[in-house]
């Protein structure tokens, strides 16, 4: 503690012990003391205390507005709370309650009276004050997810009465002895996930030595670190009953001293993101083991070796198995029927083969079964309809097809439904709609080959459900779906007519809209735009037309609006404006006109994708575009603008920093946990090396800048050379002219450059044999003059891309530079090699064979830097290096020739 935090705490216990006197000598001399708290409900020492507390802490959204001077009762402020007995302050909750980015500063004072204090997902920072281990009374301590650094303070080992101790993420901590925590023996629950414990080797006795500990987590503790001398290792009644050792690293190894940590009571184990290579046999003893979590695990498992382990006594009692993002091979053998009591499996993306095991359908108890992302075949059996509590299936990217299962429609508690990418070619049954009514939660029948029409589906789904039947050939009007829809996609299909039933869904719990790659006609309705929750809007690819409503405002939570490819008109309605949360806007190949608007750069600041390509804007490119720190894709191509390209496309700092996420996430919120509901990929069409390409996953990678096929004027701004990622750069098709400039081979990482019909003249600048990632080039009908620069690529385009600029010269062009020498044979004199007449004869042939060996050695060699493009690269860099070793050596050779012929 510094010198004045330790005098203005000095003068805090002053008051504190002068106030509590002052209360004694009130008692004894027979004042009422229950009455005089009453009378006065805040100790004025505590009061300041607070105060003392709040002054330097940066409390951006005032959530302590309360604690002010002049408001005499601090038992009403917030987050305070005073004990009814004696009116002193015992709780202090400032777990992030009032405001999004927390309270910020140093911890500074506390009270010595408080039971719990709970200062949780704020922005503390400085180091653990060392006085908070004089607050004795501590029952509960929190200081989670805050930016605190250091050691964790030894004096904590003075809150004997501690039962909760939360730390996890609390910030770069670590602890160097665990020594002061076998104090805490009235411990219940521990959290130190983040807490870097790689120098606290004897921390496996201390934790077991807690008599009481009933939770431990150690997520993410470095503990892969510890050195575990097996003479800390000791027999242990651990009482422990849920233990979490996520993300440490562990091998197998670490089951050596986990033992001491686990009994009879443990009910709770997770192990993921470790690389364990198995499971030994005593955790399948752990006769009260329900839950066990080995989740995205890097080391590679026999599937049915893990089962035989796991079957001791835990077949009584194991509830939930979740494996999933693991490396388990194998198939899922019939081991799977000693888990009678399984009511959850998960076993989504692993490498587990073969067909499953009809044991598996035999679980009496199962209601969730996951095994997604696997290589398993489903078998078509009746054996499914046993499973008569299943509530939620998920056999994504199973092998089921080619017939739709009709097994399916017997499970009638169904609520989540999962048969995506799972080789279906057949169409759906009618009684399949009509198993569930109002009763699914979530359906997914994507990427299948499934076709047919959908009836209505009014009464198939709950409130906030899902429904994905993208990528399959369903064709005919989008059926009436249920009024309180969250989201819905039925993209890449062959749906027909208008999308009026959108005005159907009511409630405003719609976030997910995705209806792109229909035949879709008509006009929006104005109810698309009052969904508030909306998140995703893409109805791109369709044939719909008309004006865009002039008011959207309604969309403050709008992430994506994609209409890419319809029949849109008119100008953009200035409310879109207020949709300020937009992070890609595709608005390209419709008929919008009027000028590209202000106010997409002033207002729209979270965008990294804007494509308004092939419209009719005219006008200027805006400079406030520059404003966009966040864009990594800008396409204009393909309209009437005019003017020059601003210098401040510089500013476009994220393309030359880290790409950004294009995962959105639907989130919802069931029991007061919130979990990801359904997950949406941006994509978009690009223009990508001379043809349209649609990206998807990648699409984060690109970062490009697409200005062809307008009215722009002016030279190539050089500024746009700081663009270092940048790697697709399109300014074909315009009236630019003047030099390139001269650096733009820092550009390093371009693989995509047009400059093809502008008016540019000069040289390529030489700086362009730098660009060794370049496999696009088109800087054809031009005025460039002089030498093509020697590289490893640009001497790989084909000659079409440099053609209509007749002063170029050089490789790849026939062309040759005024300055080259051509390579000459002087004329022989002196005698033939040989006797007589034969000896010319004789050289004769000479030159015939050589020649001829040297022309099909070219030819030969040639051809395969053709065909193998790798090899061409390597050639050229060899010619970039050697050209002039290699003119003296050839030159060399000639003479050593002559003078032979002479001898």
């Known amino acids: 503690m510094n010198p004045c935090a330790s005098i203005i705490f000095s003068l805090f216990l002053v008051l504190l012990v002068t106030a509590t006197t002052s209360q004694l000598v009130a008692v004894g001399e027979g004042g009422d003391d229950r009455n005089r708290v009453n009378m006065k409900k805040c100790f004025d020492n505590e009061r300041l205390a607070l105060l003392l507390f709040k002054a330097p802490l940066h409390d951006t959204y005032d959530t302590l507005s309360t604690w002010r001077s002049d408001q005499h009762d601090c038992c009403k402020w917030s987050g305070v709370e005073c004990s009814n007995q004696t009116g002193h302050v015992t709780k202090l909750e400032l777990n992030n309650f009032f405001s999004q980015d927390g309270l910020g500063g140093e911890i500074s004072h506390s009270l010595t009276y408080l039971n719990l204090l709970d200062l949780s997902d704020n922005s503390f920072h400085g180091t653990i004050p060392t006085f908070i281990g004089s607050l004795t009374r501590l029952r509960y301590l929190s200081l989670s997810s805050n930016s605190l650094y250091g050691t964790i303070p030894s004096q904590f080992g003075n809150l004997t009465n501690l039962q909760y101790l939360h730390l996890d993420s609390a910030g770069s901590c670590r602890v160097e002895n665990m020594e002061w925590l076998s104090h805490l023996s009235h411990l219940e629950d521990l959290r130190m996930d983040g807490i870097s414990l790689a120098n606290a080797n004897n921390w496996v006795g201390v934790i077991s030595s807690l008599p009481k500990l009933l939770s431990l987590s150690l997520d993410g503790c470095e503990l892969s670190q510890v050195m575990y001398p097996y003479s800390s290792f000791h027999n242990s009644s651990s009482s422990i009953e849920y233990l979490f050792l996520t993300n440490n690293n562990l091998n197998s190894s670490m089951y050596r001293w986990l033992l001491p940590l686990t009994s009879n009571?443990?009910?709770?184990?997770?192990?993921?993101?470790?690389?364990?290579?198995?499971?030994?046999?005593?955790?399948?003893?752990?006769?009260?083991?329900?839950?066990?979590?080995?989740?995205?695990?890097?080391?590679?498992?026999?599937?049915?070796?893990?089962?035989?382990?796991?079957?001791?006594?835990?077949?009584?009692?194991?509830?939930?198995?979740?494996t999933r993002g693991s490396q388990f091979t194998g198939s899922l053998s019939d081991e799977i029927q000693k888990f009678a009591s399984l009511e959850s499996l998960y076993l989504s993306d692993n490498q587990l083969n073969g067909s499953i095991s009809e044991k598996l359908w035999e679980l009496p108890r199962l209601q969730i079964l996951d095994l997604s992302s696997n290589n398993l075949t489903v078998p078509s059996t009746y054996h499914l309809s046993s499973l008569s509590y299943v509530k939620v299936i998920g056999l994504m990217s199973c092998k089921i097809g080619p017939h739709f299962p009709k097994w399916i429609h017997t499970l009638k508690n169904l609520t989540s439904l999962d048969l995506s990418n799972t080789e279906i070619s057949d169409t759906t049954p009618l009684e399949f709609w009509a198993t569930w009514p109002s009763q699914l939660e979530y359906l997914n029948l994507s990427s299948n080959n499934i076709s047919g029409k959908v009836p209505d589906l009014l009464s198939n789904f709950a409130n906030l459900s899902v429904i994905d039947l993208s990528s399959n050939n369903f064709h005919g009007p989008i059926p009436n779906v249920a009024s309180t829809l969250a989201s819905l996609d039925l993209s890449r299909n062959k749906f027909s007519g208008g999308i009026s039933f959108i005005c159907q869904i009511v409630g405003g719990f719609l976030s997910f809209l995705d209806l792109s790659h229909n035949s879709l006609t008509g006009q929006l309705p104005d109810c698309l735009w009052h969904f508030k929750q909306l998140k995703i809007v893409n109805l791109g690819h369709n044939n719909l037309f008309g004006r865009l409503p002039p008011s959207v405002e309604y969309l403050i939570n709008l992430k994506v609006l994609h209409l890419y490819k319809n029949e849109l008109s008119g100008e953009l309605p200035l409310s879109l404006k207020n949709c300020t949360s937009l992070n890609s806007l595709n608005l390209g190949a419709n008929k919008f006109s009027g000028n590209v608007p202000v106010w997409i750069g002033e207002n729209l600041t979270g965008l990294y994708v804007l494509i308004l390509r092939s419209n009719n804007f005219i006008g200027t490119i805006p400079s406030k575009l520059c404003q966009l720190a966040n864009l990594q894709i800008l396409d204009l191509s393909m309209n009437n603008l005019y003017g020059t390209i601003p210098s401040y496309l510089s500013n476009l700092t994220s393309m030359v920093l880290q790409g950004f996420s294009q995962d959105i996430k639907v989130y919802r919120t069931e029991g007061g946990q919130t979990y990801v509901w359904t997950t949406y990929v941006d994509n978009a069409m690009i223009r990508w090396q001379g043809d349209e390409r649609e990206f998807f996953n990648t699409l984060k990678l690109v970062k490009s800048i697409d200005l062809s096929s307008n009215n722009l004027a002016g030279q190539i701004p050089y500024e746009i050379t700081n663009l270092h990622d940048l790697i697709s750069l399109n300014l074909s098709n315009n009236d630019l002219f003047g030099d390139i400039p001269q650096k733009i081979g820092d550009m390093k990482n371009l693989l995509t450059l047009d400059l093809s019909r502008n008016n540019f003249s000069g040289q390529i600048p030489s700086s362009m044999s730098q660009m060794s990632l370049l496999n696009y080039l088109d800087m054809s009908f031009n005025n460039l003059k002089g030498r093509i620069p020697s590289s490893t690529q640009l001497q790989s385009f084909e000659p079409s891309r440099y053609d209509g600029n007749v002063g170029l010269c050089g490789p790849p062009l026939n062309k040759k530079?005024?300055?080259?020498?051509?390579?000459?044979?002087?004329?022989?004199?002196?005698?033939?090699?040989?006797?007589?007449?034969?000896?010319?004869?004789?050289?004769?042939?000479?030159?015939?064979?050589?020649?001829?060996?040297?022309?099909?050695?070219?030819?030969?060699?040639?051809?395969?830097?053709?065909?193998?493009?790798?090899?061409?690269?390597?050639?050229?860099?060899?010619?970039?290096?050697?050209?002039?070793?290699?003119?003296?050596?050839v030159v060399a050779f000639i003479s050593n020739l002559q003078k032979a012929r002479q001898m």
């Not at 184990?269 to 979590?293: A, H, V």
């Not at 830097?865 to 070793?885: E, M, P, Q, S, T």
């Open 817 to 889: 530079c005024p300055d080259d020498e051509d390579l000459k044979v002087p004329p022989v004199v002196g005698e033939s090699v040989g006797d007589g007449e034969g000896g010319d004869e004789i050289w004769g042939w000479f030159y015939i064979g050589g020649g001829t060996g040297f022309a099909t050695g070219f030819w030969i060699a040639c051809g395969a830097l053709l065909v193998n493009r790798r090899g061409r690269h390597a050639f050229f860099h060899c010619y970039d290096n050697f050209k002039d070793r290699v003119y003296v050596k």
């Open 265 to 322: 009571k443990l009910s709770s184990l997770l192990l993921s993101g470790n690389m364990l290579d198995g499971i030994p046999k005593y955790l399948g003893n752990l006769c009260s083991l329900e839950r066990l979590y080995i989740v995205n695990n890097s080391a590679v498992v026999k599937f049915p070796d893990f089962l035989n382990n796991l079957s001791g006594c835990t077949s009584l009692t194991l509830q939930m198995l979740i």
